[in-house]
């Protein structure tokens, strides 16, 4: 068991390095383990299940706890127990110990957790404190400098959150069977990883006598003027005084702060740590201080804080400027087309996207449809959102709304565009689902006689326009519906007299037809020619524009037809040898019938 004597007696001698390497003016590194640290390399065994830290109940603070630097609560001294023991592989104990700052020259009382082990257990002192660095700082410590050392067999460093205070020490002395000369220096000796006795602590404390914490500070924003990418503030901090910034900034933009320092302190470039972190509690940049500070890009569209904060023993005075250029531009990404399958109501697409990245997609629809786009992805959490609107302009749900799912009713026949936009900070697969069934204003009410081919139309896409009854002379057979044609976007159907009569013209009554277009302009179809030079315009009911052709009677009539174009889909209806005025009737029956 590794004591507190032997604990303080190693802290001691980290900090003797530091003294005596500041004798000589400037400090200079301290000579470090040179032992390579593989980045890439797992040298802590990771564990399969939650390591209690086999803690014992961490006395609440009393008042004998000196300077104000008490134990953190039970609970995150808890915490930081479980994730040191985590990380490490290996249960820690946890017990109050006495903690002393030897940059403000406090003592106090701290909450410490140390773990032991040997050299088959950890790869070296570096790798340790680099994996016990990421950890703390993850949970939004940041690295304060003025407490690192280190030598040959040991590293120290600290964190700072809020009024907050922890010292990590990581360290191995030789056991008592290694026979290392005293005048050679230990890395010389020739040590077999079980002969290295590792201790590794962490202390931590609460500045109790602190006026204020880093969580009740106020916010003031900084504010761009109308066309500037940057704005600068002037202020002061006491001793131990922080200032605390917010301003809002856009995924892509890239943020660089400039701060100087006007008032006069020994050592400028460690008078002052920025904290930088997002509304969403992603931590950006920690750390002293330089003259420029790139932040880089920024992940997000959200409120980003500054913190900015006295590490002097003497009030500083100083100047911040933040630079937030307009994001670069991106290429517009290329629409790809969603099409259905013959008769289905919905389609469905799978893509990746890039960190950032969008895909965009496009189909066409009709006005009055109800839409439904659902988006998912493998990863936990919103990875990616929607983006929908008509090519008109007209948004139906925009970014703003982090939304995955979309259900409404489609206001104008057009081209539809779907966005998927990527919000992680890794690529994303996703599926992408949109589901149309076939417009709610069909017919109101469907012939009997059509009722066997009604799904076979529905499949074309193309909503459906029928009378509810047709006008013949009695005694004469039931209308029946021959199919001529029935395909994507378009159908063509021969009106008879009887079910046997296949459109043949000795029983044939006439025609409806209904087809897809890109125009105002009424085209023929595929048995159904428009006579552009024989057509008549005519108004049918609800205003709509039509075209009406009279027949053409040789050896028999052909139909009078009347074409006319809604929302998108050209519909006409003939009658054989008819009058204008039944071919109009029926028109107008036909659109009352099947629009709302």
Known sequence: MVTNKLLQQMIGLTLAVLLLTGCSGAPTEPTLEATPIQLTATPIPPTTAPIPPTATTVPTATAEAQSGLQPLSSAECIDLADAMSQTLGIPGETTKSPFQDHVSQRMGTGCQTTITGTGLDFENVQVVENALRSMIQAQGWYEDFRYGG?????????????????????????????????????????????????????????????????????????QFAPGAISAQVENNLTVGGVDRYVLSATTGQEMTLNFSVTSAVDSAEMSTILNIWGADGM???????????????????????????????????????????????????????????????????????????????????????????????????????????????????????????????????????????????????????????PATSGPRKVPPTFQPVLARLES??????????????????????????????????????????????????GSLTGKKVDSNEPVGTRNFEFDAERAQKVTLTNDIEGYFIESVCGASCDDAKVFWIYNGFQYMVGVKGGRQSDVLNLANATIINSTR
């Open 150 to 222: 280190g030598g040959p067999t040991g590293e120290l460093t600290g964190f700072r959150q809020a009024n907050k205070l922890c010292r990590l020490l990581v360290g191995w002395e030789p056991s008592e069977d290694v026979d290392c000369p005293s005048d050679q220096p230990i890395y010389m000796c020739e040590i077999s990883p079980e002969q290295k006795l590792y201790t590794i602590s962490l202390n931590c404390v609460q500045d109790t006598t602190a006026a204020i914490t880093q969580l009740d500070l106020e916010p003031t924003r900084i």
């Open 283 to 437: 931590l950006l940049r920690s750390g002293y201080v330089d003259t420029t500070s790139q932040v880089g890009e920024l992940p997000s569209t959200q409120d980003y804080y500054i913190d900015v904060i006295s590490m002097a023993q003497a009030p500083v005075d100083y100047v911040l400027e933040v630079i937030i250029p307009p994001a670069a531009s991106q290429p517009e990404p290329e629409p790809k087309h969603i099409q259905f399958a013959p008769g289905a109501i919905s389609a469905q697409v799978q893509g990746s996207l890039a960190a950032g990245g969008i895909d965009r997609y496009v189909l066409t629809a009709t006005a009055g449809q109800e839409m439904t786009v659902n988006l998912s992805d493998s990863s936990t959490g919103v990875n990616a959102i929607l983006v929908i609107w008509g090519v008109d302009g007209t948004v139906l749900i925009s970014d703003h709304a982090d939304a995955t799912t979309w259900v409404g009713e489609l206001p104008f026949t057009e081209d539809y565009y779907i966005d998927v936009k990527s919000v992680a900070q890794a690529p994303v697969d996703y599926v992408l689902e949109v589901i149309i069934p």
């Open 460 to 509: 074309t896409g193309v909503p459906l326009m029928l009378p509810s009854d047709f006008p013949i002379e009695e005694g004469l057979p039931p209308i029946h519906p021959y199919v001529y044609t029935v395909e994507p976007s378009e159908y063509e159907i021969s009106l008879d007299f009887g079910s046997d009569c296949q459109g043949a013209g000795a029983c044939h009554y």
